[in-house]
Every structure is written in C-alpha cells, then in structure tokens.
C-alpha cells in the first residue's frame, strides 16, 4: 500500500539501539528501514537515522540473516511513516545526505463497517536545497592570471574597451571567462589563462575564432577585429 514491490522483512528486530519498527526490501532488493508513528514527532527523525546507522553498518550480516532477500551492494533506505509531519521535520530531511521517504496516513473507517479501518498512505515531497547562487567577478577571473605583467596588460585593455562606449559596452565577468557586450549581444570573450590570454571575437570572414595574445603585438592587431564587430553590434 506505501510502495510497489515492497516486502516485508522483520519488525521489533533487536539491536543495540533500541527495536527497529519494521524492515523492509524494495523492488531491487535494498534493505529498508521504517520507523512508525501514531500522532506527528519530531524526534522520529533522529531514532531513524540511529536505526538506518546501524543498518547501514552491519549491511552484510543482514543479507546473511536474511537468506539474501537483501542486497547489500544496494545502499538502505529510510522510511518515515506517521499521520503528519511538521515543517521543522521536512525542512530538516532535505540537508540529510540519506534515501528517506515520508508518508503520510489516514485511517478510514465505515458508519455501516465500523470495525474495517482502511489506512489510506500518501507520501510528502521533502523540499529541495537551496540553489547555490554563484557571483562572479573580474577580479576573479583576472586572479587566475599568474604573470603580473599579463595581468595588467589585460586590466589596460579592459579600460581601453569600456571607453569605446561607457554606456553601450557591457563587460561582466562569466564562470570561467570575461564576456564584452555590446547592445547586450556577445561580441568577445577574453579567456583568461596562467601567462597569456585568449580573445574569441568574429574574424573577417565572421568565424568564432580565438587569438593567443602573447605579446603587444597580437592584442594590436585583434583591436581592430574588435572595433569592426563592436561597430556591427553597437
């Protein structure tokens, strides 16, 4: 009724860490520990994870207790199994790095059957982690640069772009490199790299193309493929 596939294994099984509720076996023969509750508690969280800890630690002798209705190649799950849950519970699942599932029950019974109570499970979605949002920055990007000359070279050419237009040309630093705008369209990216880098910009036969600056000289030269792509975009 909680899961397809679900077998039933042993329940009030000993251990040093008080009678585990009930073990499981899923479809793929995972070995499942559920801990049941009869009104809403908190504190079912942490007797799980005692209990999955020391399931989890003895996996192999299970199996064997078991006559391998378990496989202990495939990593326990924990069950949490009660009429409600509350938000401090939910929030506090989603930072375990352990398999659990949360279902919810109602107990259903008939005015003209009152002795046939029917459990009716629903299982609860446990909220998902906070997505990491991730700030780059120029100064990141330039740090990666190791030669101090190179690095001030690329800070120069930098300004020297911004000036072509200090309100058309964007210039924001990207996961791994420094991407240059113009209109809010794409027409550079500057790669930082250890003693050197690399500008992709449109070449004159408007190829994606990336150029080694190595020396003064190069960048020179790339200036004026950058003035004729910004002059296209602006």
């Given amino acids: 009724m909680i899961e397809e596939g679900l077998k039933y294994i042993?329940?009030?099984?000993?251990?040093?860490?008080?009678?585990?509720?009930?073990l499981f076996a899923d479809s793929g023969n995972a070995l499942i520990v559920a801990e049941l509750k009869v009104v809403e508690d908190d504190g079912m969280l942490v007797q799980g994870i005692d209990y999955y800890d020391y399931i989890a630690s003895n996996i192999e002798g299970f199996a064997r207790a078991y006559n391998k209705k378990v496989d202990p190649t495939q990593k326990p799950r924990l069950f949490l199994v009660a009429p409600g849950f509350s938000v401090s519970l939910l929030n506090r699942c989603k930072w375990i790095d352990v398999p659990i599932s949360l279902f919810a029950y109602q107990c259903i019974a008939f005015e003209d059957k009152p002795k046939e109570i029917i459990p009716v499970f629903k299982e609860i979605t446990i909220p998902s982690l906070p997505v990491k949002v991730e700030v780059y920055t120029i100064d990141q990007r330039l740090n990666y640069i190791t030669d101090r000359e190179v690095r001030k070279t690329v800070e120069g050419f930098l300004k020297e772009i911004k000036e072509w237009d200090v309100d058309n040309i964007l210039i924001e630093p990207t996961k791994n490199d420094i991407s240059i705008k113009a209109s809010g369209r794409v027409f550079s990216y500057l790669c930082p790299r250890r003693n050197h880098f690399v500008i992709y910009t449109y070449d004159n036969e408007n190829k994606w193309v990336g150029f080694p600056i190595k020396q003064?000289?190069?960048?020179?030269?790339?200036?004026?493929?950058?003035?004729?792509?910004?002059?296209?975009?602006?």
Avoid at 216 to 234: G, H, T
């Fill in 10 to 22: 042993d329940h009030q099984k000993r251990t040093e860490r008080g009678p585990l509720d009930v």
């Fill in 216 to 234: 003064a000289e190069d960048l020179e030269e790339v200036k004026i493929l950058l003035k004729s792509n910004y002059e296209k975009f602006k």
